[in-house]
């Protein structure tokens, strides 16, 4: 049992969905992003997914894409980032995920990488571009060290590819709520509720994401879901602050208001 499965059996006690929220990790530095993260916590997030940035996002809409281009431009790397996450292990209890590209993280090979995500006490790792099929030398050296991958399913995703995901996955499988790129949209998915409730059965907490915008959706989302995932959301309220503190504020604010109607019970 690692961390992101001991906050899901937790929520599950108290009737909660989780919030986890993202951040492009240097966006627009890595000591905004130290002093962000804390923020979220305090806020209510029960987890926080780091995006680790890389040139050819392709999976991102162009507010995830902007981030990206701060975060580098900035000098992120991927070894900055476990440093990042090594620093605020000691601050922070709640799981840490990283999310990124296949190019990123094997240029250090996949035992290589393994091992220091580890040591900085890296939670799970979504790998966007990598399926199962490819990954799997890299999913088992993350097992093998206690960190956990996390697969993709999509509306496209076949019964039976569903069952392979999620067996493959550990802490939760995320469940991407459309087909097209991250951002967010005034209206979240509707036809994806039979899907998240079939992928639940399997016996892995299912969170969605992509899309994901307000207070609203994620209430929706919550009535069928074990948590929601926002990115593009928070990262367009924290690109027009004009100082880090007020960065600060919107992020506590957003948070507060996405996490209040995951706190209640179910009916």
Known sequence: M??????????????????????????????WTEVLVQELVRAGADAVEL???????????????RASERALRSGTSLLRVLELVK????????????MGYANVFLAMTEEGFAAAAADAGVDGVIIVDLPPEEGAPLFAALRRRGVDPILLAAPTTTPARLE??????????YFVSL????GARAEVAADIEAQ????????????????VSTPEHAERVGRYAD??????????RLEGAADLEQARERAADFVARLKEPLR????
Not at 87 to 98: F, H, Q, T
């Open 2 to 31: 690692g961390r992101l499965s001991d906050r899901f059996q937790a929520l599950r006690a108290r009737g909660e969905r989780a919030l986890i929220p993202f951040l492009s990790a240097g966006d627009p530095d890595l000591a």
């Open 51 to 65: 995006g680790v940035p890389f040139s050819d996002p392709m999976a991102e809409g162009p507010t995830v894409q």
């Open 87 to 98: 620093r605020l292990r000691a601050r922070v209890s709640v799981p840490l995920v990283l």
């Open 164 to 173: 392979r995901l999620a067996r493959e996955s550990r802490g939760f499988l």
């Open 179 to 182: 087909t097209g790129v991250t």
């Open 196 to 211: 998240v409730r079939r992928a639940r059965e399997l016996g892995i907490p299912v969170c969605v994401g992509f899309g």
């Open 227 to 236: 948590g929601v995932v926002v990115g593009s959301a928070l990262i367009d």
């Open 264 to 267: 209640r019970p179910l009916r």
